[in-house]
């Protein structure tokens, strides 16, 4: 069992930036997919980030195309946090944003996801 608890949304001004970080309890924190979905009103959750182990030495990092370039995933082993690092932020990129666990292969597809946080809301003003 993965516990996955957010933090660091809030109300920024577009064109800003914001760290969403996302503590995960559990041992095998390492060999878990992380990512970070997100929800606006009126509208369908969508993929935003993932990170997975390559096999190798490093962990490989997707994007959705509306953030790439803007957005960057990250993890720290250590301390079981996975972090969203957004910039240039986008009245469009409002949203309740939720970090995710996965074991097993690689998906963007939320359903296919194993665990989730609570989430927490990024608010872009114009």
């Known amino acids: 069992q993965v516990q996955l608890v957010e933090s660091g949304g809030g109300l920024v001004q577009a064109g800003g930036s914001l760290r969403l970080s996302c503590a995960a309890s559990?041992?095998?924190?390492?060999?878990?997919?992380m990512g970070w979905f997100r929800q606006a009103p009126g509208k369908e959750r969508e993929f935003v980030a993932g990170?997975?182990?390559?096999?190798?030495?490093?962990?490989?990092?997707y994007y959705a195309d509306s953030v790439k370039g803007r957005f960057t995933i990250s993890r720290d082993n250590a301390k079981n946090t996975v972090y969203l690092q957004m910039n240039s932020l986008k009245p469009e990129d409002t949203a309740v944003y939720y970090c995710?666990?996965?074991?097993?292969?690689?998906?963007?597809?939320?359903?296919?996801?194993?665990?989730w946080g609570q989430g927490t809301q990024v608010t872009v003003s114009s």
């Open positions: 559990g041992r095998t924190f390492s060999s878990y997919a």
């Open positions: 990170t997975r182990w390559s096999g190798a030495s490093t962990y490989f990092a």
């Open positions: 995710t666990a996965r074991s097993g292969g690689w998906s963007t597809i939320g359903d296919e996801w194993n665990y």
